[in-house]
């Protein structure tokens, strides 16, 4: 018997309906598919397709913009190569009209994945933030240069996990 002729009864319908609302339910806790789907009011720069571009609420800088997947996922681990690609596109296009619109000295492109890493919102996006000299934005980090032994040793690391 196909699938034509498959005979679905009401109690796996209940289940299917089931999990649909717990799918829902689950995307739907998230700010970002909210703002997104237009749940939830938003200043979009831009959208297409695959992605939105939408201002910051908690501005580091005037401009300061979000840009996120269309489709809900958490973070650099779970999002596809084909959806980050979209979302890449999206923070060009976004970096080249606050240029246009805002003339910055500079801008920087910033993510983070998890909460070690400062992740607030669990649905991945990428911070476009306008910079002008002096403006007392911190870098995420001072280091001091690893030695090539450090460096040899990392890279064996991840080598061996490709």
């Not at 609302?21 to 979009?44: M, N, Q």
């Not at 976004?94 to 003339?103: D, I, S, T, Y």
């Not at 001091?144 to 032994?149: D, H, N, T």
Request: charged content about 20%; overall charge negative.
């Amino acid at each position: 018997m196909g699938p034509q002729n498959a005979v679905v009864t009401e109690g796996a319908w209940a289940g299917v309906a089931k999990l649909a609302d717990a799918i829902i339910g689950w995307v739907s806790d998230c700010t970002f598919c909210e703002i997104v789907a237009g749940r939830l009011p938003s200043y979009r720069v831009l959208e297409d397709e695959h992605t939105v571009a939408f201002l910051d609420i908690a501005p580091a800088s005037p401009g300061h913009t979000l840009v996120v997947p269309r489709e809900h996922a958490a973070d650099v681990w779970t999002i596809s190569e084909t959806a980050h690609a979209h979302v890449a596109g999206m923070v060009h296009r976004v970096a080249a009209l606050v240029k246009a619109a805002l003339a910055p000295d500079g801008v920087n492109v910033v993510h983070s994945t998890g909460e070690a890493a400062g992740q607030e919102v669990f649905h991945f996006h990428t911070h476009v933030v306008p910079r002008r000299h002096g403006d007392d934005l911190r870098l995420m980090w001072n280091a001091e240069p690893a030695s090539g032994r450090e460096l040899e040793q990392t890279l064996e690391l991840i080598a061996a996990a490709r």
